[in-house]
Each structure stands twice: as C-alpha cells, then as structure tokens.
C-alpha cells in the first residue's frame, strides 16, 4: 500500500504554541480549528486525531491540574474559507464517562464517532476524574485540602467548559442548544447538573447511572457506602472529602442529588436506561461479577428516581431492559438508541418555563434569569423561589434576600414591592432588570413570603 505522507502544523495560542498531531496531508483542513484560553481553562496541548475527533489538554485553577477533553465535530465543519456551509451553528452533547474512566472512553469503547457520523451534533467527552482515578462525583469537593488539590469540578464541568466550548466552537450556545449524558457515575453527574443548572440544559440522560443517592433512605445507605468506597480506594483520600459526612453534611448531600432536586427538572428533557445486572445478550463469555453487582445496584438507584419523577408527574424516556450488565456494549447501544430521540428534541426545543420554580442549597444561585444572594446563618440550607413571574414570585428561605429579577420591566419606570405589608420602590435598569432587598425573615428561621411587583 502507498505510503501516506503527514503534515504536522503549529497553531499559535493565547502567545504559546499548541501542536497539533501530524495528520495525512490530503485531510488537513484549509481553516483547523484553534482553541485558546479563556473561561477560566488554559489550553496546554491539542492534537488532532482525525478529521472530527480533537483531544484537548486543559489546565485550571479549579481543579489544579490539566485534563483531558474529547471533542467530536460533525462532518464537514471544517470547511474552507468562504464556504457557505462553514458559518453552522451545532448543538452540543456533553457526554461523561464513569468511575475509573477517561475522557477518550466514549471514542474507544463506546462508538461515539460512528454513533454521532453524519449528525449535526459537537459531542464533548471531558474527564470526570484524574488519569482515570474513581472520579470527582461532579461536584466541587467539601474538602479542597486533599492531595488531589481543589477538585471543583461542577465549576470546571460547569462554569467554565460550557462557556469555553461556546467560545472556541460554533456552537448553538444557549439551553435549547445543550444536552447532557453520561453512563454510571457519569449518568449520576448528567442528572446532578440538570437538576442543579436547569436553564443550561434542554436534555438529561443517564445510562446505568445513580440519579439516587439521598433522597430514597434505602437507596442513600448503598450510595453513601460505594461513594466512600471509591473515595478512599481508588481516589486515596478520605472517605467524606467528596460530599462531606452523611451525617453533619447531609444537606450537601442532598443538595446534589438529583432525586431530591428533581423538581427543577421539569420541563427538561429526560431519559434513563438501566438494566438488573442479569447477563444479556450482549455479554459473551463469563460475565464479570462486579459488572452484574454494580449493574443491580444502579439499576435500584434508577428505579427509585424513576418513581420519584412519577410521584411529581414529570415525563421521562425510561427504558428497563431488565438483562444487562454494567459494561460498554450495553452503554454503546443506549447512545446510538439515545442519539435520534435527542436530535429531534433538538429540532423541536421545549420553550423557558411561564412561571420559575427552583430550588438550591447554595447562598447565591441564578436561574431563568431571577438571581436569589441570602445573607443566612447556614452556609448550606434549603431556599424555594415558585411561582415566580414579572408580577411576582414566592420565596421560602431564611435570613435576609437579595433579589434581581429577569429583563422584563420597563428601563427607568420605577416599581412598588410589596411583602409582608411592607412596600420597597425601586428603579428598574438599562436593562430591564430590578434589585431589592426583602426584609429580614422573623428570628432568622425559615419563612415562606409572597411578593407581589407593580409599577409603583
């Protein structure tokens, strides 16, 4: 056979060269991509595995080392100047692995290129975990004093990836244009997000995932059990540096799990796969007895979720395919089952809430454009915004609220507030926007308030 001649080119970012791996010369692309810093992400290496598929080293302080992140484009978005096909925008999957995985796993076990091949779809497949440790569990870690350094992974995964894709590529860069998945630990993280961030993601879906870990008691007993597992076994730290104790960090806990967040999954696109663990037809050979155990154990802590969604009335794509175990044919087939359902819901995005609802441990949180600051004595507590519209919203949180609203107010035209017999004037911006503070709830306890809003 001919010998293939390679090119190799240098790409000049941010004032530092990133190479990108040699590649035949009569598929280099006459506009390859770049990826500069930003967002919080300094991009240390970026090779170019084939004509779709880029492996990007990334540093942050967020997590205080460099990873990895796989990025699939769809075909032809390489295109040469001038073409009129280059300026598409694509939606986004963001597809996790699970515990001991890689950012590459996706591409070379689970047939992420062919699944995605000819759909207009960027695929993102970041680490999760460190050189394929036990995982982060996408979250920023109650103790970012371990030899792991930070480990602030909803901030990496979250808070800085997202808006770092949409920078780098021509991405369809709001909630209508995202999706999120990830199989086991990763399905866990793909529900967590949703359910904590969900007006970014349109979609959600866990493959054999564990959208369970507090809310069910039984449920909570085994994911306290394999998450301390993990951390100390394979990640080498404490047992509770993750979420924190299950018995004084309860909150924390519970504050990430999608069961008890969820919700402020509806209107969010839902899809869940799981199996009992029993072999199946994909399995050959003599099953893995690990694989079938794990498999059992995400399979109750999927039902669970899925009745809690039933018990709510919040719609899901659920699938129980009863024989399957905890292993990549099982999960390469859920994609390529999960791929068309998730491209017309693409085709046909669902329209922002009429009236927010969103609840969250966190001070400080933004969502559907209402941001809620609380100056509480808890650091971790629950606080409930429902019902909230331009007339108006209920609030159940403690201590003393800040409150900005959404752009729907006239600029300049001032506003009355009234709560609790109280009535705050105030101004809305340029923008739109107001910003109040509510009174002081009774004794600093839990209160529930409604506020009405007019033009003063």
């Not at 300026?87 to 591409?107: C, E, K, Q």
Request: charged share 20%; hydrophobic share 40%; glycine share 10%.
């Amino acid at each position: 056979m001919r010998a293939r001649r390679f090119i190799a080119t240098t790409l000049m970012l941010a004032g530092a060269p990133v190479l990108l791996a040699a590649l035949p010369a009569e598929a280099a692309p006459r506009t390859p991509v770049g990826f500069a810093d930003g967002a919080g992400i300094h991009v240390e290496r970026v090779q170019r595995i084939d004509d779709r598929q880029y492996a990007v080293r990334v540093g942050t302080a967020a997590l205080g080392r460099a990873v990895d992140v796989r990025i699939l484009l769809p075909t032809g978005y390489e295109r040469r100047p001038h073409s009129s096909r280059n300026t598409a925008r694509y939606p986004v999957l963001y597809l996790f692995h699970g515990t001991n995985g890689r950012a590459a796993d996706w591409v070379e076990k689970g047939d992420a290129e062919a699944t995605t091949a000819g759909k207009p779809l960027i695929t993102v497949m970041p680490d999760a975990g460190f050189d394929g440790d036990g995982g982060g569990w996408f979250t920023d870690w109650a103790d970012p004093k371990t030899k792991l350094g930070p480990s602030k992974w909803e901030t990496f995964h979250v808070g800085q990836l997202v808006p770092w894709i949409d920078r780098n590529l021509r991405t369809v860069a709001a909630r209508r244009g995202r999706a999120i998945a990830g199989l086991s630990q990763g399905g866990f993280g793909a529900m967590s997000y949703a359910a904590r961030h969900p007006d970014m993601f349109a979609s959600a879906t866990s493959f054999s995932g564990a959208p369970d870990i507090a809310h069910d008691p039984v449920t909570a007993v085994g994911a306290y059990g394999i998450i301390s597992f993990v951390a100390a076994a394979y990640d080498g730290v404490p047992p509770d540096s993750i979420f924190g104790s299950r018995f004084t960090d309860e909150i924390n806990w519970r504050g990430h799990d999608p069961a008890t967040l969820a919700s402020n999954l509806r209107g969010t696109r839902l899809s869940l796969s799981t199996a009992t663990g029993l072999p199946g037809p994909l399995d050959h050979g003599i099953p893995d007895p690990a694989a079938i155990g794990i498999e059992a154990l995400t399979h109750q802590s999927t039902l669970s979720f899925h009745r809690r969604l039933q018990q709510l009335k919040i719609p899901s794509r659920f699938d129980d395919y009863t024989f399957g175990t905890h292993t990549f044919p099982y999960w390469a087939r859920d994609l390529r089952q999960e791929t068309g359902p998730l491209m017309r819901a693409f085709a046909a995005p669902s329209r922002p809430p009429a009236r927010v609802s969103y609840a969250s441990i966190d001070r400080t949180w933004t969502q559907w454009g209402w941001t809620i600051s609380l100056a509480r004595r808890a650091p971790r507590e629950f606080s409930n915004l429902s019902d909230a519209t331009s007339k108006g919203f209920t609030l159940k949180a403690s201590g003393t609220a800040t409150v900005t609203t959404p752009p729907s107010y006239r600029p300049g035209t001032r506003y009355t507030v009234t709560v609790s017999g109280h009535r705050i004037t105030t101004e809305a911006s340029a923008s739109g926007r107001l910003a109040f503070t509510l009174p002081p709830t009774p004794n600093g306890k839990v209160t529930t308030v409604r506020a009405t809003i007019g033009r003063a």
